[in-house]
Structure formats: structure tokens, C-alpha cells
């Protein structure tokens, strides 16, 4: 069992940035990948950026490569998302997930069994 407990979520303006973290707590095995993805109103959950636990790899989906960075404090069993040059389609619930298993499509929503209760982002112009 990992429960997963999101922060950082605010109102920006177009051009800002901001920090999500998200604190991971487990009983049993450490996640292998660790995962940001996003909502938007109407829109299907999409990933956004996924590191694997072990080996620091990681993926970004087209859209925020640049933009956003994931990281993660091993020790603290947290993970990050730094949000640069942030733009209005940004705007989205940010969830944060984790999976113990092995994964075929880190950025597939598929792949994860365990989700934060999610954070705001709002971008406005």
C-alpha cells in the first residue's frame, strides 16, 4: 500500500513557475516509477513526467520538455515537479502516482495503481 500526498498547487500567471512535491508513503516496496499527471476540465488524465526510482531515468511528455522538470529525494520518498514558463493550457488538476511494478508506458495512466488525491494548478493570462 503507498499513499501519495500532493502540495504545491496555486494560481500563477502565464510565463511563472511553480513547485509540486509529493510525499510517498509506503508499507510494503518502494515504487520503481513515480509519476506527475494532469487534468483538465473535460480532458482525459494525461501524464506529464514519470522518473524511474532506481535510475534517476526519466520521461516528459511533448508539450512541457523544457518546461518541466520531475526530480526526487530518495531519502525523503518524495518527488517533484518544477514547472517553468508555465502557460494557460497548463491549467489542470496535477495528481501524482506511483507504481511498484514494472511499466511498458511510463506516461500511460494505465500503469500506475496508487494516486494522490491531487493539487491545482491555475495559469491564468
Known amino acids: 500500500q503507498v499513499q501519495l500526498v500532493e502540495s504545491g498547487g496555486a494560481s500563477v500567471q502565464a510565463g511563472g513557475s511553480l513547485a509540486l512535491s509529493c510525499a510517498a508513503s509506503t508499507l510494503t516496496y518502494r515504487p520503481n516509477w513515480m509519476a506527475w499527471f494532469r487534468q483538465a476540465p473535460g480532458k482525459e488524465r494525461e501524464g506529464v513526467a514519470v522518473?524511474?526510482?532506481?535510475?534517476?531515468?526519466?520521461h516528459y511528455a511533448e508539450d512541457v520538455k523544457g518546461r518541466f522538470t520531475i526530480s526526487q529525494d530518495k531519502a525523503k520518498n518524495s518527488v517533484y515537479l518544477q514547472m517553468t514558463s508555465l502557460k494557460t493550457e497548463d491549467t489542470a488538476t496535477y495528481y501524482c502516482?506511483?507504481?511498484?511494478?514494472?511499466?511498458?508506458?511510463?506516461?500511460?495512466?494505465?500503469?500506475?495503481?496508487?494516486w494522490g488525491q491531487g493539487t491545482q494548478v491555475t495559469v491564468s493570462s
Open positions: 502516482a506511483a507504481s511498484l511494478g514494472l511499466v511498458l508506458y511510463p506516461l500511460s495512466s494505465s500503469a500506475y495503481d496508487y
Open positions: 522518473i524511474h526510482t532506481g535510475s534517476d531515468a526519466t
